[in-house]
């Protein structure tokens, strides 16, 4: 199940709840985030707002409609939907985790990890507040312990792709190339067009000196997004080490006319035009 699956209640353990509650959630939830992946996202809450008339006292439209409003950095009005989700629901895990994330955002790493910390104390075996939480341990440099809290979401969903690929970064981080690939490659065996799991698969072998495996994974980045700017940078870079100037070049300009301001590939540009020579 990937995040918005565990962020939005996509699991089926809600035996209390009737069917056609549910059903009518669902409805509001589909129609919501259809809106906001239009860039549309008055809409989106808008759709939380109609469904509220109907059924004001539900946690989780109140906290879904947080969570868009947080989206639209209109923070206080968001907070106002979690603190209502709690105050209706004290056990609502999912509001203390939309509350974690909205602070995340906002770099105040203490108040989230409080918030993940409230979550797990409510459910151990929420899987979203242990990946979450792991991205705090993260930003404060304290990657032993995000790696923990990885560990503990994965024993508990091993299919999470986001998990793993990050599980992996993290290891990428402390020069841990073998785990680090390990992990990409089970986010892969869940999810085998993951561009990112690519990519980050594509860089631990390029930081170990493994061009040509790297210049496979960038391959299938480009595979699966030929309009991926970074992927055609990344291949360039491959192609730069391998000494293979003239289809570097290629790369960089497929690069640059997807991203023309990306200063990297401009300066790679500049010194492959050196070497060539033309």
Not at 109 to 122: I, T
Not at 176 to 199: G, I, K, M, Q, V
Not at 204 to 209: D, K, P, Q
């Amino acid at each position: 199940m990937g995040i918005l699956g565990h962020l939005f209640g996509g699991r089926e353990e809600e035996s209390g709840v009737p069917r056609h509650d549910r059903d009518h959630e669902r409805a509001w939830n589909s129609a919501a985030i259809a809106c906001a992946r239009e860039g549309r996202f008055d809409d989106a809450v808008g759709c939380f707002d109609r469904a509220l008339l109907t059924d004001p006292k539900n946690p989780k439209l109140l906290n879904n409609k947080g969570v868009f409003l947080e989206l639209q950095n209109r923070d206080q009005d968001a907070l106002a939907c979690f603190t209502e989700a709690l105050s209706i629901d004290p056990g609502f895990v999912p509001a203390w985790i939309s509350r974690g994330m909205m602070h995340r955002r906002r770099g105040r790493l203490a108040e989230a990890l409080d918030c993940y910390d409230r979550a797990l104390a409510l459910d151990p075996g929420s899987v979203i507040a242990w990946y979450n939480r792991s991205g705090v341990f993260m930003a404060l440099g304290r990657v032993q312990e995000a790696v923990t809290c990885y560990e503990k979401a994965l024993a508990l969903d091993p299919d999470f792709v986001p998990g793993w690929i990050d599980l992996g970064y993290a290891h990428f981080t402390r020069q841990h190339y073998e785990d680090a690939l390990s992990c990409y490659d089970r986010a892969l065996a869940s999810d085998p067009e993951n561009t990112r799991a690519w990519s980050l698969k594509g860089g631990a072998f390029y930081a170990s000196g493994e061009y040509r495996q790297a210049l496979s994974c960038f391959d299938r980045v480009l595979e699966f997004d030929t309009a991926s700017a970074s992927g055609w940078s990344m291949k360039c870079s491959v192609l730069f080490r391998m000494e293979r100037y003239r289809d570097a070049l290629t790369c960089a300009d497929r690069a640059l006319a997807l991203e023309p301001d990306c200063s990297v590939t401009l300066q790679v540009r500049e010194r492959l035009l050196e070497l060539i020579g033309d």
